[in-house]
């Protein structure tokens, strides 16, 4: 999109004079290098030991250690120098890592369940609000549905709810129907979110699709589902990747409905990370270590979505 | 044109699957399904979906916020009080406070968004080299988790322990022990206006960026033409015609912002005191630590009827936008 632009006002009079790009660029690189320190910060936190991470002042250049990657992933007990000395040898790096600190590993923490829960719920959630969506988005785009402004309306209205207003019937809804704490419960949830940001950014997406292409299938003896297997969904396959990668962000980050109706078994990573404590209050290293791994999907998908990042987070009201 | 063609020639090997319809024409009765039909039967389980998971709920509360429940005494009978819990709500003095400081959070943290977002947006239209690379960078805030955000923010705003405070002592010479961002009561609101600027400035940007490119390249040469300095382009042509942009995304923020739980959640909840206590937190703790369903219900309905006034504003300008 970028590069397009670039060429097209590449030789038009309005173009700014070497000297002004040379200003703006080095005020928004300026920008961009201040707004980006705190994940930066965040990233080395999770590489320093303990000690470097709560030194003052704060630790620039520090020795990196795998120590919060290990107290993350590991439940330890502190022994006496003498028990560990007793020990058979240490097998693996990090049963050496944990003994430099008079720790032995007791066992693996509870963050592998929840990478899973967040993983579980993220991707069941998209997959069906995606599936939900497309359907919808589909007629909406092409059939003459009754009141479809009004619908479209109550749909992207669902939306504008305040999570922790819609949290409060959703906890008596689930705890008479067991689903308090549950994956399933969970999943409901975020699709019933996530489908309604769905349902908006495929219908752009599908009316952009000239109904041509259909029209002359059907002529050809297609079905109408045909039709939209063979057809549009093929030419819609970027919009509706686009579409699953914003539903995966929305529960991949969610917290507020996570934290007020999950507490173990289905409880994600955004509830899950500040509450990773080590002796003495909350373990910084293994915190960011958490916040590390957390956020690099994130980044990855930031990358890959550029071009249609404008389209998703406005609900596909700006096009470009 | 390619795609065209196929089509047209459904014979084509390249296009996989043609043999079927034959088949299924008269396996599947799916062939007599009229697109009226069809059209119900995709958009039925998205409505269903809603009408369980949102608005069922929603009706339930509505009928709770007219009742005493407390669920930590849940074995009282329901107990039917009329309007009473709204006239608390809307009588309460501390409930107004709350507002006002959700109000304040909201026109501080927008009006510093569409300051930095536009003045961001103005300088990469420029087009400078590796433009979009930086313009990613910036972008990445905006992308996290709130709640993630919020976390470590805590970590990076400790008086001692901080980078924050350290900088601003190394700038200001101020012992950076001296203030805490989060738990003094003059700093704490600056601060979570502080941290969602950082985190959705971006966001504007974005959308204004959209709003420039917008504007074709043909009035800026004819202003040329006309001698129209550099200041009064902008005023005369640049900012009118991203003000429809401008103000989507001063909607979506605001909406967004009013509704603000998980960011500030994590990084004071609420505190000092209940300077930064935003409404979203004062619902929780009504709801969900002293467990007064039916009053919450009550003030969730209240804020539902302002967000849906909001989103109201907000469907207009969407649709002036769109007809641009």
Redesign the interface.
Known sequence: MTAALAKSTAHSIVEASPRAKTVAGSLVILYAVITILPLVWIVATAFKSQSDAIAYPPKVIFEPTLEGYVNLFTVRTRQTPDFIAKLPPPQTWYDKLVRQRDMVIAGPSKVVPRFVNSLIIGFGSTFLAVFLGTLAAYAFSRFRIPLADDLLFFILSTRMMPPVAVAIPIYLMYRQLNLTDTRLGMILLYTAVNVSLAVWLLKGFIDEIPREYEEAALVDGYTRLQALRKVVLPQAVTGIAATAIFCLIFSWNEYAFAVLLTSGEAQTMPPFIPFIIGEGGQDWPAVAAATTLFVVPIVLFTVLLRKHLLRGITFGAVRK | MD??TT??Q?DDAT?P?MS??AK?RTARP??G?S??T??????A???A??L???????V??IR?SFTSLNLSMSYLPLRFVGLDNFTDILTDEDVWIRLQTTAQFVIWSVAFQVA?GFG?A???N???????F???????????????VG???T??LQP????FN?LISLFTGVP?SSFSMTGQVSLAPWTIVLVDT?MWA??VM??C??GL??IP?YI??AA?VDRASAWRQFWSITLPMTVP?LM?AVL?RA?EN??M??MV??LTSGGPGSTTELV?IT??RA??EKWR?GY??A???I??VT??G??NIY?KA?NK??QR
């Open positions: 795609k065209m089509i047209l459904p296009f699957g079927e319809p299924s799916v062939r399904l697109d009226r069809i059209a119900w039967l995709f958009v389980p998205t409505i979906l809603l369980a998971i949102n608005i069922f709920p929603l339930w509360m709770l930095i961001l103005l300088l990469i420029r087009q400078f080299r590796g433009h979009s930086w313009t990613t960078i910036i972008l990445l805030p905006m992308m996290l988790s709130p709640a993630v976390n470590f923010w970590l990076l001692q322990i901080g980078p350290y950076p950082w971006p966001y974005l959308i960026l959209a490119r917008s390249d800026y040469e040329e942009f989507l979506f909406i009013f509704k739980f998980d959640n994590l979203s619902l929780k709801a969900f369903t919450s219900s003030l969730a309905i804020l539902f967000v849906f909001a989103a469907v969407l936008v769109k």
